[in-house]
């Protein structure tokens, strides 16, 4: 048994709230936790937001973000108490010893300097190389992290590659020195699943060809199975359960633990069409102003009332573009959007108060859908003035109807955005939509910022709301799972174009087209090796071609 590089032994960690109306006080957020992690090992830290996950990741380099302080226990890294080390030495420890991964790569690299000179920064200020030596050990990471054209990729600045070589240039950052511990933090929770097994396995084999100790942050036990090997799960701030992977995944011993290993267990049956599309988009092709190229083409699809289409694909396959032209903020080239029996404009600002009705939008971001300034009331109670002409105590009873239709029921009408969880945030915009009285509501990606069972429970508050409303929804989404979840009718999109389109029995049954067959293989299973026979597969049909 060799020894822990890292140890942790009953770590506290705390911060001070500021309550609207009420004095300051602090709270505690992670309450003893004590783990070990040896050099070459991934202990993978898995929880709902709020669990503590980024904090005790954070805290393996001493640091506390956004006002957090570490207020007890001990956090002992190659053979020191870093909790009780001086601030010079933490500057060699930050960057030097331990690095970083963060969630989102597009927000932490500096567009105005190429990618090689930001990868190889904390490589050459730390005094591990020279500027020469780091530069040729990011090309050899480039290359093991799979990234095209490693020789020139760095000349590269950040916008003119992908979402997932960015994340992978990241990982090449925090590589680059030669660190003892890496903590990734939901490297690949925004990325598509068809990019997200790439950056996986890079940093699966990163990983094990360096021998670096890993903390893997993340809130889909899927895929924190696939790279771990230990989980530990938290629930504010608290260790349920600690344990290898085969038995986290297998052997699940508390109630929390079962319920992630369970998640996405919605059971939907496919309806059948009982009536009339409330949407036709006919033939629809479009472009952005100022550009050349069709990012839609020749697009065909219909909703029923009281049906889920799923609009499936990769980022920048066109669904959210489709999403512009439905609700007329993308005026179309050529084709049709026909809605409740009338062609509707192409100009959102011309069409008619009751078009804007009928056709309502749930956004992904609730944080950024709603005024945090304004009350949950006043938010929902919008739409049923300049709607309905609503006032008073009839629009106070119909917000306190639409609470309790998306179950937050009393007690919520005057509180702030910032005073709410993220689910229960999205079931305000759900309610808002739902104010409207509409017949068609598209949801953008409204479960893919959420943890698992927040999502879950969204979705069948989604699929309950649709069956008492008759309200048809269009769900765009890259999650296979929520598709499967939710919908009666599927378009799988890619590069603008629909290239598979029918019932869910129909599109999810094969043969299936290239595209589906790897969007579909993507999907993270809950088992052993699964991410290794994947890759493997690929390998064998790329050979076989």
């Not at 945090?372 to 306190?400: D, H, M, N, S, W």
Request: aromatic share 6%; net charge negative.
């Amino acid at each position: 048994m060799s020894e822990a590089f890292v140890r942790v032994r009953d770590l506290k960690i705390g911060a001070t709230v500021y309550p609207p109306g009420e004095k300051p006080h602090d709270i505690e957020i992670v309450h003893g936790v004590s783990f070990d992690l040896e050099k070459g090992k991934v202990l993978g830290l898995i929880g709902e937001s709020g669990a503590g996950k980024s904090t005790i990741g954070l805290a393996s380099m001493a640091y506390g973000r956004g006002g957090v302080e570490l207020t007890g226990g001990e956090v002992w890294v190659n053979g020191r108490d870093i909790l009780k080390t001086s601030k010079g030495d933490l500057r060699a420890l930050r960057g030097g010893e331990v690095t970083y991964v963060s969630q989102s790569a597009a927000a932490s690299f500096n567009p105005a300097k190429q990618i090689l000179e930001q990868v190889t920064e904390a490589a050459i200020r730390h005094g591990k190389f020279t500027k020469p030596e780091a530069e040729a050990r990011a090309i050899v990471l480039f290359e093991k992290l799979g990234l095209p054209d490693p020789q020139n990729i760095g000349r590269r600045y950040p916008h003119q590659v992908s979402g997932g070589q960015l994340q992978r240039c990241m990982s090449a950052l925090a590589l680059c020195p030669e660190p003892d511990l890496v903590v990734f933090d939901e490297p690949t929770t925004a990325l598509d699943v068809t990019t997200q097994i790439d950056v996986l396995m890079a940093i699966k084999e990163a990983i094990r060809d360096t021998g670096v100790a890993a903390l893997y942050i993340t809130h889909d036990l899927a895929v924190v199975a696939q790279v771990s090997d230990d989980i530990m799960v938290l629930k504010m701030g608290d260790m349920v359960e600690y344990g290898s992977v085969d038995q986290i995944i297998n052997r699940p011993q508390e109630a929390y633990t079962q319920a992630l290993v369970s998640v996405r267990s919605i059971e939907h049956e496919e309806k059948q069409p009982t009536s009339d599309p409330v949407l036709i988009c006919e033939n629809i092709t479009a472009r952005y102003k100022g550009t050349k190229f069709d990012v839609l083409k020749d697009v065909t699809v219909e909703v029923h009332p009281g049906q889920t289409l799923a609009v499936v694909g990769e980022s920048g396959s066109g669904k959210s573009t489709l999403a512009r032209v439905i609700t007329g903020l993308l005026p179309q080239r050529e084709g049709r959007v026909h809605f409740a029996g009338r062609d509707l404009n192409p100009v959102m600002r011309t069409r008619p108060r009751e078009d804007l009705r009928e056709l309502q939008m749930i956004y992904q971001m609730a944080d950024t859908a709603m005024n945090p300034r304004q009350t949950v009331g006043t938010i929902i109670g919008r739409p049923l003035e300049f709607y309905f002409g609503l006032r008073g105590a009839e629009k106070q009873a119909r917000i306190q109807e639409l609470l309790d239709e998306i179950e937050l029921g009393r007690g919520f009408q005057d509180r702030y955005p910032a005073e709410l969880s993220g689910g229960q945030k999205q079931r305000v915009c759900i309610a808002r939509a739902l104010a409207a009285k509409p017949k068609l509501i598209i949801c953008d990606e409204v479960t893919s910022a959420l943890d698992p069972l927040v999502a879950d429970g969204i979705l069948k508050l989604l699929l309950d709301l649709q069956k008492i409303e008759d309200v048809a929804y269009l769900f765009i989404t890259h999650d296979l799972a929520t598709v499967r979840a939710i919908a009666d009718s599927i378009a799988v999109m890619y590069q603008g174009e629909v290239v598979r389109y029918g019932t869910k029995t129909e599109v999810l049954r094969p043969p299936f087209d290239d595209y589906t067959d790897l969007l579909l293989s993507s999907v993270p299973e809950m088992k052993l090796g699964w991410l290794e026979e994947v890759i493997a597969n690929r390998k064998m049909e790329s050979a076989g071609n």
